[in-house]
């Protein structure tokens, strides 16, 4: 959603960029729980940052998937997925990334998962782009 104010455009109240990604602010609190730490990247799908966890106590990855409808979809497809890997491997014997929780936030869908000390492309370039 687009709305007019003066000579700005605000894309979705101002929290939106062009893009339909959502303006990383250091300290800012997503659904009052997520604490914003430090942004660790952007995709085709979003923006990946570092957060505080207050409900549970630890440092996440969150995943903020762009307010776009295309997007969203998918986004609702890649969750299925982590729904169903999460349920499945209770344990953690798969080595699969683990989804921690859900949340719909300002038109975002956030998911988020276990703080890794490196993202997949990185490894993959690491290990000269063979398969895992």
Known sequence: MVQTTGEQEDYNFGYDDTKGNYRINTKDHIAYRYEILQ?????????????FDHKNKE????????????????AGVELKILQFLKENDPE????IIHMKDYV????????????????????????????L
């Open 92 to 95: 953690d014997t798969m080595n």
């Open 39 to 51: 942004f660790l990247g952007k995709g085709s799908f979003g923006v990946a940052i570092k957060c």
């Open 59 to 74: 440092e996440v990855a969150l995943k903020i998937i762009k307010n776009k409808k295309k997007y969203y979809y998918q």
């Open 104 to 131: 719909i936030f300002r038109k975002h869908l956030c998911i988020s998962f276990e703080l890794m000390s490196i993202n997949l492309y990185e490894f993959m370039k690491l290990n000269d782009f063979e398969g």
